[in-house]
């Protein structure tokens, strides 16, 4: 496999980035469905429907049926959510990529090149408070995983933090995202929250997951 490079972000990697980015999102939607099947409410109103439908119905198929089809409308449910956050992000930050990160104080981009082809990324910007530095849409292709590109992006989110005097790095990331925790709790960050983002999310149990890296001090 061809050696890659982390170097700053430039115009032309604009639609490998949002694109990069999307495909990303959208990987999580089978575990986002995997963790609906596994909530004990869905369970047992699955076992309810497929009693009431048993019993009104007397028919064991009928009964089969209706189950099947209540996970068969869940999976586009859950892909749509995926497609729903990725909409969101494609129309804020990463709609204007350059001025957010690379023009506007105290932010920058960087995306990891291989082959010739932008197979990672992340970014870096003041959190909404200003007190802390926060790392941003981190997302590496499938193909390039298990090589450290993860963690050396990580490091230099971490690196420009500290070189400009921030005292911590903060990230969000989800309940269904296990590998990015572990990363993240590998290079020393705690969690420090975990809220749902709308009624939807509190309902399926799923949360965000606020992560936090207090910095050494100023070099």
């Known amino acids: 496999m061809a050696p890659y490079r982390i170097r700053l972000y430039r115009d032309e990697d604009y639609d490998a980035v949002r694109s990069l980015f999307a495909h990303g999102i959208l990987e999580h939607a089978p575990a986002m469905y995997r963790h609906v099947l596994r909530l004990a409410r869905l369970q047992l109103g699955l076992l309810a429907l497929f009693t009431a439908v048993r019993a009104v119905a007397g028919s064991w198929l009928l009964a089969l049926a209706a189950v099947a089809l209540v ?4 999976w586009p449910v859950m892909r749509s959510f995926g497609t729903s956050f990725v909409t969101e992000a494609l129309l804020a930050d990463l709609r204007d990529i350059d001025s957010f990160y690379m023009r506007a104080p105290d932010s920058c981009f960087w995306v990891v090149e291989a082959g010739g082809a932008v197979v990672a990324m992340v970014g870096a910007a003041p959190s909404q408070r200003g007190e802390a530095m926060e790392l941003k849409r981190m997302s590496v292709s499938k193909d390039h995983r298990g090589r450290g590109i993860s963690k050396a992006l990580c490091g230099e989110v971490l690196r420009f933090a500290q ?3 921030y ?3 903060v990230l969000y990331t989800s309940t269904v995202q296990l590998v990015a ?13 975990e809220t749902s983002p709308s009624l939807f999310s509190s309902l399926i149990s799923f949360h965000l997951i606020h992560y936090r890296l207090e910095l050494p001090g100023r070099p």
């Open 163 to 165: 070189a400009r005097g």
């Open 181 to 193: 925790q572990r990363l993240y709790e590998s290079q020393g960050f705690r969690k420090v929250a």
């Open 167 to 169: 005292g911590a790095v």
């Open 71 to 74: 996970l068969a409308a869940a």
